[in-house]
Every structure is written in C-alpha cells, then in structure tokens.
C-alpha cells in the first residue's frame, strides 16, 4: 500500500515519494510566541503531529522541524504594554506552548528554531537574494522583487496581478511595487534590533522560514505543512524566498489543514469567541479535544463548542471501555476457545483498514470509524464462552497502535490509584464474595466520598473519578 495525500501546490492527491528512500524532511510553521495559543494554532499541532506518527509508523525516518517566531510586531507591543523585554516574552510563552500542545499529545519537534537564535543565517539569506538582484535596500529597509520571480502565486493559484501585498506592513513609498514584501524592517527607537548591512534592524516575518528549512532541511524539503491561512501570503513568499536562492524546488509536498469556527462562526477577538488552549484544558480533557479535532478529516472545516467536545469524551470512553474489558478479560481467559483464526483474521483485516484510510490523505475520521469498529468487535468478542489469550492479546496490541498513530493514551486507569484506594476496592469485593452486603456498601460509600465511582460489570469493578 503507498501513501496518497493532497498536495496544495497541484490541487491534487499524489503518491507519496519522499526524495530520499525510507526518509521525510518535514517543516512545519510554528507559532507567533506572543501569547498562549488559541484553538486555531492547536489544530496543525495536533494533525501534523499525527502525520509525522503515522509517517513513523509506516516506517519512514522523519526529521521534524518546527519554528517558533519570537520577534514580530504583536510581540514588541506585547513588551511595550508589559513592560518587558521580548525575548523574556518569548520564552515564557515558548514554554506555556509546550505545556499546553505536551497535553495534547504532540511531540517536541527534532528542532524548534526561532528568529532570535537565526539572525545570521537570516542576514546571510537576505544578502544573497540582494546579490541575485532578488531584493533591494530602501531607507534601512530591505525587500523583495516580487515580479522578478515568475512563478509567483502558483501555491494560491492567483495570477500576480490580483494578489494584495503579502507583508506584515503598509504600503509605503519605499517601496518599487505595491506587491514586494519586506525581509528587513530597519529599526524604530527604542525596538529590538541588531545589526546588519543595511543598518540596526530585524527580519520581516517571511524570511525567517526560508532561512530556517534550509539551514535545517536542505534547499528541498519533503513536506512544508501549516494552516490554511498561511497559504497567501506567507507560504507563497516562503516560495519565491527559497527558490530564487537555490534554482531548487523549496517544497515537494504542501499541506495545509482546514480552518476552525466556534459555534459556526469564525473565531476572531472581535466576535468573544477566541478560545485559547491553556483556558479549555483547565476544564476539559486535553485529550479529548485531540480526539475530536481528529475526528474530523484535517482539510475541512471544523466547527467547535462544548456540546461537540462532550460527545467525543463518551465516544472516547466508549473505545477505552473496550480496551479495559479486554484487559480484565485478560486475567481469566484460557486456550479453550476454537475459532481463534477467525477471530484472528478479523482483526488483522482491521489493520489493514485502518492503514488503507490513513494512506488516503492521512485520514483520521475514517481511521477512527476502525477504531470504533475494533471496539464494537472487541465487545462481541468478550461475550463468548471462552475466550483466548491469543486473540485478546491481539485486540489489546491493535487497540494500542491505534492509539499510538492518534497520539492517544491508553493509560490503564488501575495505574492512577493510590494504594488506600487500591486496598478498599480489594475489601469490597472480598465483602461481596462474603455476602457482607452492608460493609461493599460502606465502601461504595467511603470511595464516592473520596470522588471515586465504581462500575460493576462482567469482567469486573471498574472505576472513574467524578467530575
């Protein structure tokens, strides 16, 4: 089976092919670190870490670059209004980002870059685009000749002629064309700045990708990956960038995930309805927000609000019920059963669905409909008479690849008791062997107090914390 997946650049589904055997080079845009991040900047973490996993699981080498930006304008004002420098801005909220996309499940990057500890590699970029005649100084500041590179808007698919000025900045009258964007914004007083040919001053936003994947990646990456919204103008000038420097193609594959609406309106800080990460986790599991933006396929657009966020917890719990049965199961199975084979082949097809669906474009809604279906197999399995050790063992190992693709934890629930907690729940089943209804009753009780309830199913007492 071979990898398929939408490639931006020709709106289409190709095969995937990564330029070297076995081995990915995969960027990803990071951040502005000038606050927490908001729902929007959880997505791309959440789907691009799925695809470097999936691409692990298919047995691919990746090598995963993701930047933070921490110079830029909304992080100056952030330090004026503070009181503080930007670089401790910047750190503060690299570290809160970390804290917040580690509860989600995402893994580190192979390297996080960020602007501040890149500016020669920056200074050096920008100088040789000004040596090709690519890029032009005016009063301190230094830009881009947009219409020098002719196959600029072929990431948007817009001819030039009816694309706006991409940069983070007003068209003024330094520059030679409304459409050139800047790479070095020479310095104002009193903002962070450091030397360069053409004067104090620091990196336009643009440039600091280019600079950065090629310093980490080569002049050809496999994979650039971001939000939609990063499509024009910045991955489009991250393409202008990169290919009039090295005569190379900057990115083989381009993907972009869809955007996020709350309540079915765009989020925006004028309309309320700006939802940062670090406010839902206090309140909601962070892992069932990663489930439920997986739920929904990572080009389309995906509406968010509680009501949604509760229906994927019980749809999550659902699945893990699965798992902890088989688990109880587990302990009291033999090798009586004889139809293993079947049971055998059944769960064997589902991995190869699960890998078909993920081959498409890194499905993850219908990876997760074969996750369900392994939990609906899972239980119709447990109502046998006999059960094996084989085949729970292979329904368990199933359960757990899934999860490990999705960035899910299977965290057996028994692990997170103490030992008090551990040793009433032993008394309570010794009572209810003994008959001792009235003291498994004053147990139930002493456990609720302590915000513990208890299930009694089948394959055993099971357990939860209260809300």
């Known amino acids: ?54 691409l692990e699981y298919r047995g691919y080498d990746v090598q995963f670059v993701s930047n933070f930006t921490d110079v830029d304008d909304k992080l100056i004002k952030a330090a004026n209004e503070l009181g503080e420098e930007v670089p401790v801005i910047a750190k503060r909220f690299i570290e809160a980002y970390f804290e917040d996309t580690g509860a989600l499940g995402c893994k580190k990057a192979d390297i996080h870059p960020t602007v501040m500890e890149n500016i020669d590699t920056i200074i050096d970029f920008i100088s040789a685009l000004v040596e090709k005649g690519y890029a032009y100084e005016s009063q301190g500041d230094v830009y881009y000749r947009t219409r020098k590179f002719e196959g600029y808007g072929k990431l948007s698919h817009q001819p030039i002629d009816e694309l706006k000025a991409g940069a983070r900045i007003d ?52 994979i650039h990956a971001g939000g939609q919204d990063l499509t024009f103008p910045h991955h489009e000038n991250e393409i202008a960038q990169s290919e009039a420097l090295t005569g190379k193609p900057f990115a083989k594959y381009w993907m972009h995930n869809g955007y996020i609406n709350i309540d079915n309106e765009k989020m925006s800080k004028s309309l309320g309805n700006f939802v940062l990460v670090h406010d839902i986790i206090k309140e909601q599991d962070p892992e069932v927000l990663r489930f439920f933006m997986l739920s929904v396929h990572y080009r389309h657009p995906i509406n968010y609000n509680l009501e ?32 293993n084979q079947e049971w055998l082949d059944k769960i064997a097809e589902l991995k190869e669905q699960f890998i078909s669906e993920m081959d498409d474009d890194f499905n993850t809604a ?23 050790v084989q085949v729970i063992d292979s329904f ?72």
């Open 171 to 222: 068209v003024g009258d330094k520059k030679e064309d409304a459409l050139d964007f800047v790479l070095w914004k020479a310095a104002k007083q009193g903002e962070i700045s450091w030397e360069s040919p053409w004067g104090k001053g620091r990196p336009g936003w643009h440039i600091e990708c280019s600079a950065m994947a090629k310093r980490y990646l080569g002049d050809t990456i496999d």
């Open 366 to 388: 219908n990876g997760i409909s074969v996750l369900f279906e392994l939990s609906r197999q899972a239980n119709y399995y447990l109502m046998e008479k006999n059960t094996a």
């Open 396 to 467: 368990l190992h199933q359960f757990e690849d899934f999860f490990e693709v999705l960035g899910l934890s299977l965290q057996a629930e028994t692990e997170l008791l103490d030992q008090e907690v551990e040793e009433l729940i032993e008394k309570r089943i010794q009572a209810r062997k003994d008959r001792n209804f009235q003291l498994a009753d004053e147990i139930r009780d002493t456990l609720k107090e302590m915000n513990i309830i208890l299930e009694d199913t089948p394959q055993g007492t099971r357990w939860k914390r209260g809300s």
């Open 308 to 339: 949604l966020l509760q229906n994927a917890e019980t749809a999550l719990d659902r699945i893990k019920t699965a798992y902890e049965n088989l688990k109880h199961r587990k302990e009291s199975s033999t090798d009586l059963a004889d139809n």
């Open 1 to 54: 089976m071979t990898i398929r997946l939408y490639n931006t650049l020709t709106r289409k589904k190709e095969e995937f092919q990564p330029l070297e055997e076995g081995k990915v080079k995969m960027y990803v845009c990071g951040p502005t670190v000038y606050n927490y991040i908001h729902i929007g900047n959880a997505r791309p973490a959440i789907v691009f870490d799925t695809v470097r996993r999936y």
